[in-house]
């Protein structure tokens, strides 16, 4: 028997095939900005890597849901289950034929747990991970606010370092040490940036994630509809001021986050300077137009985002100069990041497709 018919036993190589083909379209239809960087991967980590964010786009999904809050919540703690049974199931308690037969029956009918436990067999993805984006998306369910910028650090750093953590268990690093506290800056980031476009559309869903002290510091207010007090008024006070500020903190944690780029291998740097180069030039977007974002959700352009992977890729491509371990970042002390990221040093220019 081959080794990769061992690794797919007890599903087999077809049905792997299938399941990862699966989580590849949900990546392409799905991920508008994940999916520029996914691309430049090889095969075995580009398979793997979909694998995470089909299963993360799942439980994203239930969080985002139409749902009761109760079912949500009930739906939340079935994923974490199947978190459990694939963390067993990937390592060596798993690997008997009874663990096997009882893996295989427990996931028979889902594509995205099978691929998701083949790629944890052939990468060491840290699959309890899951765990931490569950928790965050629990407090969105819960309606969680945040009172200091801290407290959302805490809450990006389940819902978006959790899944930087997850990579680099497929893409692996000189310096697994140093690379974990840089993928959680650079998930912060990201976060933040996801934060900073949708202030208007969470807001009518009655989510806040902009911490109190930084609005009442501007004398302003976010209140959803049919808060208490609102007055009919979801935005009050210099609301593009804050947007400014916390893009200027996001600034840092990408600062912090891109000192990762260089403890990869060439194309899994490549991945990642092209997620971290889309987000970057559209957080510099909303910085240079908050009032256009407050009134509708800013993005780049295809075009534009695909210029940015080629620019990532063939950055990469160039001769490598030595690659040295970094301490863990400090938010307050930023480092200014090389173009390893995609993004041009000018300010780009608004485009709101």
Partial sequence: MTSDAVMSAPFGQTRIKAAY?????????????????????????????????AFARRIDDIGD???????K??????????????????????SGAAGAGALADAIADDLVLQALWHAARVFPIPVTAFGELIDGCEADVRGTRYATFADLEHYCRCVAGSIGRLSLGVFGSSDPAAAGPLADALGIA?????????????????????PAEDLARFGCALNPP?????????????????????????????????????LLDRRSAACTGAMAGI???????????????????????????????????AGMARPARTRTAHPAP??????????????QPAAPARDSS
Wanted: glycine content about 12%; proline content about 6%.
């Fill in 21 to 53: 083909a699966h989580c590849e379209a949900v990546v392409r239809g799905q991920a508008k900005n994940f999916a520029y960087g996914i691309t430049l991967l090889p095969g075995p980590k580009r398979r793997a890597l979909s694998a995470v964010y």
């Fill in 226 to 262: 049919g808060a208490e007090g609102a007055g009919g008024a979801l935005i009050a006070g210099p609301m593009p001021e804050v947007m400014r500020f916390e893009a200027g903190r996001a600034r840092e944690w990408y600062a912090a986050g891109l000192r990762l780029i260089p």
């Fill in 73 to 94: 919540i009930a739906a939340l703690d079935a994923a974490r289950a199947s978190v459990a049974l694939i963390a067993a199931g990937s390592g060596a308690a798993g």
């Fill in 279 to 313: 987000y970057r030039q559209l957080l510099e977007q909303i910085s240079a137009a908050p009032e256009v974002a407050l009134g509708h959700r800013m993005s780049l352009s295809g075009r534009a985002k695909a210029r940015i992977a080629v620019t990532a890729l």
């Fill in 190 to 210: 990201l976060q933040v940036t996801n934060i900073l476009r949708d202030v208007r559309e969470d807001l009518d869903n009655g989510r806040v994630y902009l």
């Fill in 65 to 71: 849901g139409t749902l009761p809050a109760a079912d």
């Fill in 330 to 343: 400090s938010a307050g002390l930023p480092v200014k990041p090389g173009p390893a990221d995609g993004t």
